[in-house]
């Protein structure tokens, strides 16, 4: 079995290529739903339907974990997938979100005192980062911020154009002297040194976390390592391919093609 990958959009990305540094002998399935994307200004309900569709797709493709790199599909469907389809569907197969990784990340300092979240208006609406900060650590301040147009600036590879929308974004979080923030979008490690020029604080980058941490759980949990195959090969699947797709594709990826599929 391969380990699927699955964001709505050019993020996630990010997630496999670090992915394929840290554990590059198992076999790994991308699939980007790059023609619905961005998911953030989507209902609950309608993230819940994609994330399910692009689930099931995978688990056809014979995946036997999957790691959702979509802030907004683990904010707002993750929970429901785990508890409700898995068991009905696929018991014992996984599926893995990105929000609680990264927040143990964020409070691993014991000092940290106020935290800022810069994220889509979804994951912001969906209060997750506040729950999961909160149940590790009770007296931390959390400041969330929505950034609605870093995602379709980065999916047209506008990241020059970024850098004015970056700092008005980072303004109320600065203004409430956060002393960490977390990057609550797979999207955004692609700003990530000019978001830590401009924020002048330690900034969480997931792309920097989840291979790490995916590493770790492998280790602790054999039963679903042993499934898992072995022989260095990837698949990059996306609903609809556009021009920064390929560039990355190529660029990271060199001669594995790019091919589009229907959810």
Same mark, same amino acid.
């Given at each position: 079995?391969?380990? $699927? ?58 995946? $036997?974990?999957?790691?959702?790199? /979509? ?20 018991? =014992? ?17 014991? =000092? ?58 980072? =303004? ?11 990057? $609550? /979008? ?31 759980y492998l280790s602790h949990h054999p039963e679903i390592?042993?499934?898992l195959s072995e022989n260095w090969k990837r698949e ?6 556009t021009p920064e797709y390929v560039r990355f594709s ?14």
């Amino acid at each position: 079995m391969k380990i $699927g990958v699955f964001d709505s959009g050019l993020g996630g990305l990010f997630v496999m290529r670090a992915l394929v540094r840290k554990l590059p002998r198992y076999d790994y399935v991308y699939l980007g739903d790059t023609q619905r994307v961005p998911y953030g200004n989507r209902s609950p309900e309608t993230v819940y339907r994609f994330l399910e569709e692009a689930v099931r797709y995978l688990f056809k493709k014979d995946c $036997g974990l999957i790691i959702v790199a /979509c802030n907004t599909a683990s904010a707002e469907a993750l929970r429901k997938i785990q508890r409700n389809y898995l068991p009905k569907h696929y018991p =014992k197969r996984r599926v893995l979100g990105v929000i609680i990784p990264t927040v143990e990340e964020a409070l691993k300092d014991k =000092k940290i005192e106020k935290i800022g979240v810069l994220a889509t208006q979804g994951t912001v609406n969906s209060g997750a980062y506040i729950r999961e900060l909160k149940k590790l650590n009770r007296g931390v301040k959390v400041f969330q911020n929505a950034a609605p147009m870093l995602v379709p600036l980065i999916e047209s590879g506008e990241f020059k154009r970024a850098e004015p929308f970056v700092r008005e974004y980072l =303004k109320p979080l600065k203004r409430k002297k956060v002393q960490k923030i977390i990057l $609550g /979008c797979t999207h955004y490690p692609a700003l990530k040194n000019m978001i830590r020029r401009i924020a002048g604080v330690p900034v969480v980058s997931q792309d920097e976390i989840i291979p790490r941490k995916l590493k770790d759980y492998l280790s602790h949990h054999p039963e679903i390592d042993s499934l898992l195959s072995e022989n260095w090969k990837r698949e990059l699947l996306v609903t609809d391919i556009t021009p920064e797709y390929v560039r990355f594709s190529r660029k990271w990826f060199g001669k594995t093609k790019l091919k589009t599929v229907e959810l």
